[in-house]
């Protein structure tokens, strides 16, 4: 499976990004997707998950609201829409794929099996 992830860049505090994930050489719908940040000097952090068929979600604690993930499988993409975006968002956001399913929606990013090359989001004040 070959993930790529696009959308990020720059916006200001309080602005909206829309990422997405374009999925490759898999099945899309049997992947539980998921999106994980990691901002300079922290760990990667869990944002976001949804099952293979779209009827269940996962968020971090700190999404608050301000984000949703969705995926439309007959176009093998994973979409992450991010409003009121915060400066303590800046991260680079890496787009993820489980091929376990039966494990359900997980926020440990080790047991994600395939990763995107990330996409850089810088939110200024």
């Known amino acids: 499976v070959q993930l790529q992830a696009s959308g990020g860049g720059s916006v200001l505090t309080g602005g909206s990004l829309r990422l997405s994930c374009a999925a490759s050489g898999g099945t899309f719908s049997e992947l539980v997707m998921g999106w994980f940040r990691q901002a300079p000097g922290k760990e990667r952090e869990f944002v976001s998950a949804?099952?293979?068929?779209?009827?269940?979600?996962y968020y971090g604690d700190f999404v608050k609201g301000r984000f949703s993930i969705s995926r439309d499988n007959a176009k093998n993409t994973l979409t992450l829409q991010m409003h009121d975006l915060k400066p303590e968002d800046t991260a680079v956001y890496y787009c993820a794929a489980d091929r376990r399913p039966q494990r359900g929606l997980s926020a440990v990013a080790i047991m994600y099996d395939y990763w995107g090359q990330g996409t850089q989001v810088t939110v200024s004040s």
């Open positions: 949804i099952t293979g068929t779209g009827d269940m979600t």
